[in-house]
């Protein structure tokens, strides 16, 4: 028996079975089926518009991750639409709108025991203990609106129906599912959903397709969200790109906020990292570049924390890690800092280890310090060993010697003539000379500065493009907006939330 000869109710099964990933290909197979599917590829069509892009912003309520459960326990295929997917609702309170009057499902019962039916059915919580979930659901849902509670149990329920999702948003407190935080008692559930995940063989399993994590808080002096809440997600098997804002990862400083990695035997496939407005230092960031051995891209903005958490700050020794974990693999480098309230304690004196690199953009400021190998250090724990003549702007090593001549494309963000004018002119001194005899790849070189020309002779003298930052804006973007890649990565995120100070 032929396909067209079966009854036409159990070809509507068959081509029901294909949606999603297969329906397309399957009604265009031949004319009778898709004259057949034409109600399927109406209802196809209208859930992938509907929720290829989803978000828990409901017009009533914020950060509704239950209404999301509700629709997919209505309609379980649903779940297979999801491909991005936001649970960080930044909107206020006055944005949202009025609860609409008439039917509310979290008053009917048999909708609610449907939402508790769906996760039993989930292949995770065939192990735990599935009342104490759902309570749990319930009384995260049941607090005010007023407390901003993100509703992290129905997050986690959530995720583990997800099988096609690529890019994933996290809640705004997702930064306390971690040891020692408030919702420590999730971090066991979480690991556990990311291990499944990877050792299952389904075509379609939870997390399975998760390539890209986007940020999840503001950029701040203020805030700070331990890197590690993360770190199981780096173990996914899919995984690819991480874009992260505020996060800390900090050993060596007074208020640590360590970052760890569990399982050594399980290690992240990640290529690209890209974290701004972050603080970590070179023991923090060395746990995370020991177990992402694939990475070829990253970038990094440095920023003090809240009570002067790397208050003084060691780009020396944070390059140098990064040389010793992916020196040869990385292609594309990016050192800048948004906000550094003490000093440099040694600064930035060579790229060579990083024999493939092929972009650099780095700011003028981690330069301004000693040298590891001088033996001296800046900040509060200053020290100049006996006989050494302190360090000067003049000492700042020439940008034509730091540079591997795998270098293609370089760019340098100054405040010039801040710090000082001497700072930027050691930086440039040999660049051009080096283009002839070292640097052949170089086909770009970038001088930015923000909001003046004044370095233009400079550029010139020197063969760089002067680019010059917002300097006819009546509104100026902030200082920390000005490298080429933080504007990328503002783009590529929906846009970095910025706090403001009342």
């Known amino acids: 028996m032929g396909l067209l000869d079966l009854p036409p109710e159990i070809l509507d099964i068959i081509i029901d079975a294909t949606a999603p990933s297969g329906l397309e290909s399957f009604v265009l197979s031949c004319k009778a089926i898709f004259e057949r599917a034409k109600s399927q590829i109406l209802h196809h069509n209208e859930l992938k518009r509907r929720w290829g892009h989803a978000s828990n912003a409901s017009p009533a309520r914020r950060g509704d991750t239950l209404s999301i459960l509700h629709e997919i326990s209505r309609e379980p295929v649903i779940a297979e639409y999801i491909k991005s997917l936001s649970l960080w609702d930044r909107r206020t309170e006055d944005e949202v709108g009025q609860a609409i009057e008439g039917y509310n499902f979290r008053e009917d019962e048999h909708a609610m025991k449907d939402i508790k039916y769906l996760l039993r059915s989930a292949e995770y919580y065939s192990t735990s203990d599935q009342d104490e979930w759902w309570q749990q659901i319930q009384n995260e849902d049941a607090v005010s609106e007023e407390s901003h509670v993100d509703k992290l149990y129905a997050t986690v329920a959530l995720l583990t129906l997800l099988p096609n999702i690529e890019v994933l948003q996290l809640p705004d407190r997702w930064h306390e599912v971690r040891k020692g935080e408030a919702a420590e008692s999730l971090v066991p559930a979480v690991e556990s959903l990311i291990t499944m995940s990877n050792a299952s063989r389904r075509r379609?399993?939870?997390?399975?397709?998760?390539?890209?994590?986007?940020?999840?808080?503001?950029?701040?002096?203020?805030?700070?969200?331990?890197?590690?809440?993360?770190?199981?997600?780096?173990?996914?098997?899919?995984?690819?790109?991480?874009?992260?804002?505020?996060?800390?990862?900090?050993?060596?400083?007074?208020?640590?906020?360590?970052?760890?990695?569990p399982n050594r035997e399980v290690q992240s496939p990640l290529t690209r990292i890209e974290l701004a407005s972050c603080c970590m230092d070179a023991s923090g960031l060395s746990v995370l570049l020991r177990n992402t051995p694939a990475l070829t891209i990253f970038r990094y903005s440095h920023q003090t924390k809240w009570d002067g958490l790397e208050y003084d700050w060691n780009p020396g020794e944070f390059i140098e890690a990064l040389a010793n974990y992916c020196g040869p693999r990385l292609l594309e480098l990016a050192i800048t800092i948004d906000e550094l309230h003490g000093e440099v304690i040694n600064g930035l004196s060579s790229f060579m280890r990083f024999s493939s690199l092929q972009k650099l953009e780095v700011d003028v400021a981690p330069f301004c310090g000693p040298p590891l190998e001088s033996g001296q250090s800046l900040g509060r724990n200053a020290h100049v060993p006996y006989g050494s003549n302190p360090w000067?702007?003049?000492?700042?090593?020439?940008?034509?010697?730091?540079?591997?001549?795998?270098?293609?494309?370089?760019?340098?963000?100054?405040?010039?003539?801040?710090?000082?004018?001497?700072?930027?002119?050691?930086?440039?001194?040999?660049?051009?000379?080096?283009?002839?005899?070292?640097?052949?790849?170089?086909?770009?070189?970038?001088?930015?500065?923000?909001?003046?020309s004044s370095a233009q002779d400079m550029a010139n003298a020197h063969g760089a493009i002067l680019e010059v930052f917002d300097e006819h804006v009546a509104e100026a973007r902030p200082r920390s907006m000005m490298p080429e890649w933080k504007r990328a990565f503002d783009v590529r995120v929906g846009g970095i939330v910025m706090t403001t100070n009342d």
């Not at 399993?205 to 997600?233: H, K, M, N, W």
């Not at 001497?422 to 005899?437: S, Y």
């Open 392 to 452: 000067t702007h003049l000492d700042i090593p020439c940008m034509g010697d730091m540079l591997p001549p795998s270098i293609r494309e370089l760019h340098v963000n100054t405040d010039y003539p801040d710090p000082s004018e001497d700072a930027l002119k050691a930086l440039f001194k040999n660049i051009k000379d080096r283009r002839q005899d070292k640097l052949l790849k170089l086909e770009k070189t970038v001088i930015r500065q923000y909001r003046s």
């Open 204 to 261: 379609l399993c939870s997390l399975g397709s998760l390539e890209t994590i986007l940020p999840f808080v503001e950029e701040g002096y203020d805030v700070r969200a331990g890197l590690q809440c993360l770190q199981p997600f780096m173990s996914l098997k899919s995984v690819r790109s991480l874009f992260a804002v505020s996060c800390v990862a900090v050993e060596d400083d007074w208020g640590e906020v360590p970052f760890e990695w």
